[in-house]
């Protein structure tokens, strides 16, 4: 294990950051669950960023890829791809954005770059409107639009970006107003901002920030921000990376809590949908996805071993309820947290919906970051053996839970004991 971290050091890049003193390798899963090296079992409240949706090891999934593996792994967007088109075909019919076109490409941050691409072609300016706090992705163009330093590591950019106020609603100068002033106020300074500069291409935006600490403004700000763009035709890019798919419980997309006036006009997904399978994608209105005119391929982008995964995964999630689940198990996990919480001096918030859910550390007595108790209720929670996250874009001391959207009742009662506990010991 030792010598494994010492080979990682040696070969990868510093910046790519591990969990713990001691950093896990984990060797395999089931359910909720991950074991380690050593045989240790883990509850997995972190699903490898968001990532696996439905369940470790899931048999329908597991079936589905070997399947295709032994037809087929790869052939390319050269040639017709029927699990692409068939995936396709269903995350346009789920997306709500009419006449929808998809592109699949590998990642996140690849889904970004194209929405971006695809905002300043079709509007013919390379200026974006992005949020404070975001995070969008680790490729140039993708850092140029991201209001979180610590994931920002140049200020060089293809963009000109303007960041807006309004995805973190607990501080920052409106904090202190009612929900319906806050966004009366990030509403102003929207108009304030545009009246200062060329009409931007679009404004990109996670419904529920993810890095950023499982932040999020008041239900219908991005409604209320749509409609002052629509006046002067800007586009409005929901980032789902980690809001898709049901994971907020109360709704399948994240942009759904600002759905008053409509669908995005543009949307993007990974993470979840493969279930760890490389899947990202791009949803767009026709006439947008079909502003390039010249090639554009994404080599792996929909590989059919890809596709497969993403079918059965989709098809267990909806079959299932998956998002009912989340807003069930979540409810009562947030529920149980926030008890916690208010015995707690160094938790300053329980925030968040369904299965993502934020629980921002300060120093107590204060409102300072915590960052070094964040860091030790990690080190506790994983010791009782359960995996969760850390995030936030003030100095990370934001614990992020994730689980699986096929978290159970006693599970979730299992992991908040856990989480009260290292919290206990931290505080
Ligand atoms: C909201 C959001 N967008 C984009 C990305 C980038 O995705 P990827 O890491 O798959 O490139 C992330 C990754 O954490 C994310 O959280």
Known sequence: MNDLFARHRQVLPDWLALYYDEPLEITHGEGRHVWDADGNRYL???GGILTTMTAHALPEVTKAVSEQAGRIIHSSTLYLNRPM????ERIAQLS????????FTTSGTEANDTALLLATTYRRTNTILAMRNSYHG??????????????????????QTLYVHGGVRTRGPFAELNDRDFIAACVDDLRDLLGHTRAPAALIAEPIQGVGGFTS????????????????????IADEVQTGWGRTGEHFWGWQAHGQSGPPDIL???????????????????????CLDSNSISTFGGTQITMAAGLANLSYLLEHDLQGNARRVGGLLIERLRAVAAQLPGVREVRGRGLMI?????????????????????EAAREAGLLIGKGGGHNTSALRIAPP??????EAEEGAAILEQALRSAY
Request: without cysteine.
């Open 44 to 46: 997995d409240f972190f």
């Open 85 to 88: 088109v068939e995936l396709a």
């Open 96 to 103: 709500g954005i009419p006449d929808a076109r998809v592109f």
């Open 138 to 159: 680790r490729s140039f163009s993708s850092v140029g639009i991201t209001g979180n330093k610590g994931w920002s590591p140049t200020s060089l950019s293809p963009l």
């Open 217 to 236: 403004p008041p239900d219908g700000l991005y409604a209320a921000f749509r409609e002052v763009l629509q006046e002067q035709g800007i586009l409005w």
């Open 268 to 290: 993007t997904f990974a993470k979840g949908i493969g279930n760890g399978s490389a899947i990202g994608g791009v949803v767009a209105r026709a006439e947008i996805m079909n």
């Open 358 to 378: 934020g629980i921002e550390l300060v120093k107590p007595g204060t409102d300072e970051a915590d960052p070094k108790s964040a860091s030790a209720v990690l």
């Open 405 to 410: 959207l096929s978290l159970t009742v006693a």
